[in-house]
């Protein structure tokens, strides 16, 4: 979770200007976090919630993602998805864009295997993006998370996801990817800078630097970069400083909970 803000946050003055080097600042004073941010505390609060009640989960995840939404406008949100967080019968509307994957990471934290993660990032898909796609890519970046935090190498997490996409090479498509915000456009790229990286700085430099949707690419692969390397208390804490107190205070109280 905190892996895809610092990913949205550094990818946020890119996604119009993309560029196409790992050499940039991490962060700049314009950088702020977008809409993958406001729906990653979202799923977290939702889980949260879920956790003291028995209400069904996509209920909770609905509720948090239209106040969340409504309290933070302007973050860069989808035409579909900006009037569903204004609906007063929200529904599901057969995305598949890569919203679904960008804010399931909190769902790798929960579950006591690698299947249950998987369901649970598909849940977090369900109130908008139940599109087959954009049900897969959520369930396979929950399941990533799970398995990384869970000791899982590299060869591993590879093995598990070379079913579902197909993984290029960054220096073979990073002269010409272009913007796609669709979930087969994006999972293989986020997935690549993740598998290509040693770190995870430098997984977030390689995010970045193909170019394309930069802030929900880099949110993806800092997701599963957080999980398999753990994140530079540095790196957090600028990023942290830059959101608002109540999506600070989700993502501490998420942290603070033993889900495990």
């Not at 398995?147 to 598990?160: D, N, T």
């Not at 197909?166 to 790229?189: A, E, H, K, N, S």
Request: glycine fraction near 8%; charged fraction near 25%.
């Amino acid at each position: 979770m905190k892996g895809a803000i610092i990913g949205d946050i550094v990818g946020s003055v890119y996604e119009w200007h993309n560029i196409k080097t790992k050499d940039f600042p991490l962060f700049q004073k314009r950088s702020t976090f977008t809409d993958d941010t406001v729906m990653t505390c979202a799923v977290a609060r939702a889980f949260l919630e879920a956790a003291k009640d028995d209400a069904p989960v996509v209920e909770h995840m609905t509720r948090a993602m239209q106040e969340l939404g409504r309290k933070n406008p302007h973050r860069g949100y989808g035409g579909r998805f900006g009037r569903w967080i204004y609906a007063e019968d929200p529904r599901p509307y057969n995305s598949l864009g890569n919203g679904a994957a960008m804010r399931a990471s909190p769902a790798g934290f929960l579950g006591k295997t690698v299947e249950e993660a998987y369901e649970l990032g598909e849940l977090t898909a369900m109130p908008t993006h139940n599109h087959p796609e954009g049900l897969c890519a959520a369930g396979t970046t929950a399941a990533l998370v799970w398995l990384a935090r869970h000791g899982a190498g590299k060869e591993a997490l590879y093995q598990y996801v070379s079913d579902k996409y197909v993984i290029p090479r960054l220096d073979v498509i990073r002269p010409t990817y272009q913007f796609d915000v669709t979930c087969m456009g994006t999972m293989p790229v986020a997935l690549a800078a993740f598998f290509e990286s040693d770190s995870f700085e430098d997984a977030i430099r390689n995010a970045i630097s193909v170019g394309g949707d930069s802030d929900t690419i880099g949110a993806i692969t800092g997701s599963i970069a957080e999980a398999f390397y753990g994140v530079p208390e540095d790196i957090w804490q600028e990023a942290r400083s830059r959101l608002s107190d109540e999506l600070a205070a989700i993502v501490d109280e998420f942290y603070a909970r033993k889900w495990d």
